[in-house]
């Protein structure tokens, strides 16, 4: 089965990382590669398997890009190369997966660029026990038990 990325970065470096991991990857379609919020919020209203979010695009708090990452039920990679932080709530969520540089406010790759391919990985395990899980849940049948009592 075919994973739909949809990609956003401002950073061209960052997203040279992005797509060199990607393509070494079986089965990855990219869907968008957006430079702004503004884009990569409307390229996640059609929900794709996996979004890759760069932390410098997660400015305000009434931003609809963060707002979208907060409601999302697929999983989610959350990229911050300069080691700025990612707020809490995002990064606590089930299915969101947070990759970080490690010297604050200085572009760094090198975790990004090793770290990438196993959180990848990592994701696209989540999202389709998430799946498998709904599909069986919403064709469960109820079977009637009997009462503990009789």
């Known amino acids: 089965m075919t994973t739909r990325v949809a990609v956003a970065t401002g950073s061209s470096y960052l997203s040279l990382v992005i797509r060199r991991t990607l ?35 997660l400015t305000g708090e009434d931003q609809p890009l963060i707002r979208l990452l907060y409601r999302r039920s697929r999983p989610s990679i ?11 709530g995002l990064a606590g969520r089930p ?19 090793s770290g990438l391919r196993p959180l990848l990985d990592r994701a696209r395990r989540h999202g389709r026990r998430d799946r498998k899980s709904t599909r069986l849940n919403s064709s469960h049948v109820a079977l009637s038990r009997m009462p503990s009592s009789a």
């Open 23 to 57: 393509g070494a990857l079986p089965r990855v379609e990219v869907l968008a590669e957006d430079r702004d919020a503004e884009r990569a919020a409307s390229t996640l209203e059609s929900n794709p398997d996996l979004a890759i979010v760069d932390a410098d695009l």
């Open 78 to 88: 959350l990229l911050d190369p300069r080691a700025r932080g990612v707020a809490a």
């Open 95 to 113: 299915g969101t997966f947070v990759l970080s540089g490690r010297h604050a406010g200085q572009l760094d790759l090198d975790p990004i660029e």
